[in-house]
């Protein structure tokens, strides 16, 4: 037989197929004409309506929560080639590439999700467009945390992973099994990057430390490093070093709480292996705590507060909510490793609420920060909230102003991190759900508005809803992590590591206990 023609029946099967295809899409158009108009906006979860998306986000899958035996989603812009979707289930799964492709042509511009739903009785009805805004703004393209079970006064597993944003792939390059269950938490990034990196480890049994990865290389200093920041030239971070204890209330929606001790800020200089303080950063009387460096590296935002009570080692059941901590700056010069002046931000007893988590945007322009009603430990408060202050007006006129983020709820938001373009805010948010913390995105712009925020997506619409983990401490970066977790584990093991002379003799770190293994450490 002739070559040619023994290849014509699979491509009369193919122009059959192709046909099939076009009269099935004609006949799914031809069942959805002449709906019933209604003026109610469908209900999707996650609630991706109203938002601005990163223009190199994954598809933002959803689930159409209105009845129905069969749900038609078309996906358009002013641009390229519309996507449409017709499922027999209200699970809506976005093709990547072509969700892809939609997205890089219409940068700046509308996002249009028209949504039809055919009822038990036949017919359909047609919701009005549901409208989004692509920025021209790329976020950060991966998303590092933790996580951890939400009743985490009895954790046993918990881990460091990383997400990248562009599509779902996860991996963890932290996993606490590999060192007898101690904690891993408090990782940092210099200016957004993972060539510099630190990560906090309290174990009972391998020793509390910090690991820091430089350049690829990692090695470990043998002290109980609190919450860290990176100094913009990579050559030092601010730590705090705390005395955190667990609370439990005997009647209370969140019955967790979290006092320090005692808390005082110090400096690791990485080159001469150095640890330093000074006064300002470590008064007897006052916690210090959460440092936070402008993008110029020349101020050191903190926070701070009195010491109410004298016993360092008893828990203060009395007087731990009589705690709220103002914020402040500090000036530096690290050419001269020379500290200025102590500079009030907000005070305490002006906002009524204890003032935490200080971040400074890269452009310098905006400061966020954390208000709770008392002490160190937002996220166990439902009445937290994230406030913005513009340090621009700031400079020009003397005075600092802040406002709530629009974004706020009646649950807890906190654990706030910003992109490396300042465009972009990733924060947590137990809204929804007091018991679980979850991440979500938002645009900043440059006005300062902080626009409706999106969950951060996932392949499956309905993961969140079985999901029975929290996530906490998340940082956005423009790379992925550079080591593996076997070779942290190995190192955390490793009795070999390196332990500067405390500068202060006051709250020497110990590890926090872990009250589900008690007998065993």
């Known amino acids: 037989m002739n070559r040619k023609w023994m290849h014509l029946p699979v491509m009369m099967m193919v122009a059959s197929a192709g046909i099939l295809f076009i009269v099935s899409c004609q006949k799914q158009k031809e069942e959805i004409e002449d709906p019933i108009l209604t003026n109610q906006f469908a209900a999707i979860d996650p609630d991706y309506g109203g938002v601005v998306i990163p223009p190199n986000i994954a598809p933002l899958n959803f689930e159409i929560r209105e009845k129905g035996i069969r749900f038609y989603v078309n996906i358009h812009s002013k641009q390229g080639n519309p996507i449409e979707i017709m499922s027999q289930t209200p699970r809506i799964i976005i093709p990547e590439s072509r969700w892809r492709a939609l997205l890089n042509v219409n940068a700046g511009e509308s996002l249009y999700l028209d949504v039809r739903v055919k009822t038990e009785n036949g017919q359909w009805v047609q919701y009005p467009a549901i409208t989004n805004k692509i920025a021209r703004e790329k976020i950060d393209g991966y998303l590092v945390y933790r996580k951890i079970p939400p009743v985490h006064n009895t954790w046993r597993e918990m881990g460091l992973y990383q997400r990248n944003l562009q599509n779902y792939d996860e991996s963890r390059f932290m996993e606490n099994r590999t060192f007898k269950y ?12 993972t060539d510099r990196m630190s990560i906090g480890i309290r174990s009972r049994v391998f020793d509390s430390s910090l690991l820091l990865v430089e350049d690829g290389i990692a090695s470990k200093v043998g002290l109980a490093f609190g919450f860290s920041a990176w100094h913009p030239s990579g050559r030092m971070l601010a730590c705090s070093f705390n005395k955190p204890h667990l609370l439990i209330h005997a009647a209370r929606n969140e019955i967790r709480d979290i006092v320090d001790l005692d808390s005082w800020i110090g400096c690791y200089f990485t080159d001469s292996k150095t640890l330093k303080t000074t006064p300002k950063l470590s008064r007897k009387d006052y916690f210090e705590s ?3 460096w402008s993008p110029d590296g020349g101020y050191l935002y903190f926070c701070s507060s009195p010491i109410p009570w004298a016993d360092r080692n008893k828990i203060p059941v009395d007087f731990y909510t009589q705690v709220k901590f103002d914020l402040f700056r500090i000036s530096y010069d690290i050419k001269r490793d020379r500290w200025g002046d102590l500079e009030p931000v907000f005070l305490a007893k002006e906002t009524g609420l204890s003032v935490l988590q200080p971040r400074v945007s890269p452009d310098g322009r905006w400061l966020l920060f954390t208000m709770c009603e008392h002490g160190c430990w937002p996220i166990y408060q439902s009445n937290s909230d994230i406030y913005i202050a513009d340090l621009k007006t700031a400079r020009e006129t003397g005075n600092y102003q802040y406002r709530k983020m629009e974004i706020s709820t009646d649950q807890c938001e906190s654990w706030h991190s910003w992109s490396s373009n300042s465009r972009w805010v990733v924060f947590n948010s137990k809204k929804g759900n007091p018991l679980f913390s979850r991440l979500y995105l938002a645009f900043v712009d440059t006005s300062g508005r902080i626009h409706k925020s999106l969950l951060v997506p996932q392949k499956d619409p309905a ?4 999901c029975l983990i929290t996530y906490t401490i998340p940082e956005l970066v423009t790379e992925p992590v550079p080591v593996r977790g076997e ?34 450490e």
């Open 290 to 292: 959460y440092p936070a």
């Open 182 to 193: 101690g904690c891993c938490h408090c990782h940092a990034f210099c200016n957004n990057r």
């Open 487 to 520: 070779n942290l584990a190995r190192l955390i093991r490793d009795s070999r590591k390196f332990k500067p002379d405390l500068p202060i003799t006051m709250a020497t770190p110990k590890a926090m206990p872990d009250p589900s293994r008690p007998e065993r």
């Open 463 to 466: 993961f969140y809803n079985s």
